[in-house]
């Protein structure tokens, strides 16, 4: 499994490690614009460059978001297509797939409000189904470092999110908290 670590200025994700004044989970309006697209470079734990981390987003014709998310990273390649919805960014169905040496990997799902129904195949072109309780208000893994942006983010602003990766089937709550601002100048503009 990827484990990318991006941060992201104002924000720390934190695992249940402290007990801040948490507030509802209320996203703003797509902060992002269809068609937007973000590469991130990855490093291991030594600080040494290991890959490359894109995020493409794009608006489909009924409204909902196609998030498409893309790692190059010691010689693997893991490609997911997540669609989520325009109101709230509810995950609809995702499929990941990824390319090692060694073989093929896919997990597709399919979600409804309160499970997700998965199928896995393994590089050893074995396809199994499974079925996961999964809470309405679960987002994707995959999504969190773009629906970080649609938080109302503002000092002291703390709420939880219960995140689900479909490859292990793992339902975790990650608790998003401003503990500071700082003003951040980018290439860009």
């Given at each position: 499994l990827f484990v990318s670590c991006l941060v992201?200025?104002?924000?720390l994700?934190?695992?249940g490690c402290s007990q801040p004044d948490v507030q509802p989970l209320k996203f703003n309006a797509a902060p992002w614009q269809p068609n937007e697209a973000s590469v991130y470079q990855l490093t291991?734990?030594?600080?040494?460059?290991?890959?490359?981390?894109?995020?493409?987003?794009t608006q489909l014709q009924d409204g909902n978001w196609n998030l498409r998310r893309e790692i190059n990273s010691q010689g693997t390649q893991e490609i997911v297509a997540l669609n989520m919805s325009a109101e709230g960014f509810r995950p609809i169905q995702s499929t990941m797939i990824r390319v090692a040496r060694d073989g093929t990997e896919i997990v597709s799902a399919k979600y409804s409000s309160?499970?997700?129904?998965?199928?896995?195949?393994?590089?050893?072109?074995?396809?199994?189904?499974?079925?996961?309780s999964v809470p309405s208000d679960a987002r994707e893994q995959v999504a969190l470092v773009m629906l970080l942006r649609a938080l109302p983010l503002a000092q002291d602003y703390a709420v939880r999110l219960n995140i689900f990766l479909?490859?292990?089937?793992?339902?975790?709550?990650v608790t998003v908290m401003v503990e500071e601002t700082q003003q951040v100048t980018v290439p860009a503009g």
């Open positions: 992201m200025g104002v924000v994700l934190l695992m291991n734990l030594n600080g040494a460059y290991a890959g490359t981390a894109r995020y493409d987003l309160s499970q997700a129904d998965m199928e896995l195949t393994t590089k050893q072109n074995i396809t199994t189904q499974q079925r996961v479909p490859v292990v089937g793992i339902l975790d709550r």
